[in-house]
């Protein structure tokens, strides 16, 4: 059963660029969580998808970033126009979506995004 | 999600036993300990979770006081490998039956020595 995956695992984007990051849930995984780390700080949560629908994006800053998890295919984290700032790791994590569920979830290996 | 709080590094032997502890005073009665690992430039990684009792697992064990306002993660023999931020997290899945998502803290460096 293959992982979380992510990709691309390194993205460089000049300012002003869009960059956007997939993730592909493990098999049978219906719920998707992406995470930003900045260098040297911890992790911070960005957004919770399930397919379809944004459960809880309270994370994500308010212009430039969105997500969506389509019906058929992965999830995407798009930024537009990045700038400096936006270099991070970026890391996206799934769920299945059993009822009583304790939570335990599955990260993939990241995206490292850096904006020259 | 109520507050953990753990020391910001420790330092250990290889082959010796690591305590890594967590402090969770305002813990809820259905909020879930969990613990993460990050070993330098990967993801998260989950190590182990509990509610109540002592849980051991093939890569540590929790121990969970009586009156669950903290809790230790128990690395029986340390390793190079287990040089990593270790992370305590409490969650509630009767929030949301499908799963909520983690907030990460700042959590321990564990530097291991050879």
């Known amino acids: 059963n293959a992982g979380v995956m992510q990709n691309p695992r390194h993205l460089v984007r000049r300012r002003g660029q869009e960059a956007r990051l997939r993730c592909s849930p493990m098999k049978g995984h219906s719920h998707v969580y992406w995470y930003r780390q900045l260098p040297e700080e911890g992790l911070k949560f960005m957004v919770y998808l399930q397919k379809e629908n944004i459960i809880d994006e309270s994370g994500m800053p308010k212009e430039r970033f969105s997500a969506e998890f389509p019906k058929e295919g992965p999830s995407i984290l798009r930024i537009q126009q990045v700038v400096r700032g936006d270099s991070a790791a970026y890391f996206c994590?799934?769920?299945?979506?059993?009822?009583?569920?304790?939570?335990?979830?599955?990260f993939g290996e990241g995206s490292r995004l850096t904006v020259l | 999600d109520a507050k953990t709080t753990q020391p910001n590094s420790m330092e250990s032997n290889e082959e010796e036993p690591v305590h890594l502890p967590c402090n969770h005073s305002t813990i809820s009665g259905t909020d879930y300990i969990h613990w993460y690992r990050q070993l330098p430039s990967q993801g998260p990684e989950y190590v182990i979770h509990?509610?109540?009792s002592n849980v051991n697992n093939r890569m540590a064990s929790l121990a969970i006081a009586e009156d669950r306002k903290s809790s230790t993660l128990i690395l029986h023999r340390a390793t190079l490998r287990d040089a990593a931020v270790y992370y305590c997290i409490l969650r509630d899945p009767s929030t949301n039956q499908a799963g909520t998502a983690l907030i990460f803290g700042k959590g321990t460096t564990l530097s291991v020595s050879s």
């Open positions: 509990g509610l109540t």
């Open positions: 994590a799934s769920s299945p979506a059993r009822r009583g569920n304790t939570g335990e979830l599955f």
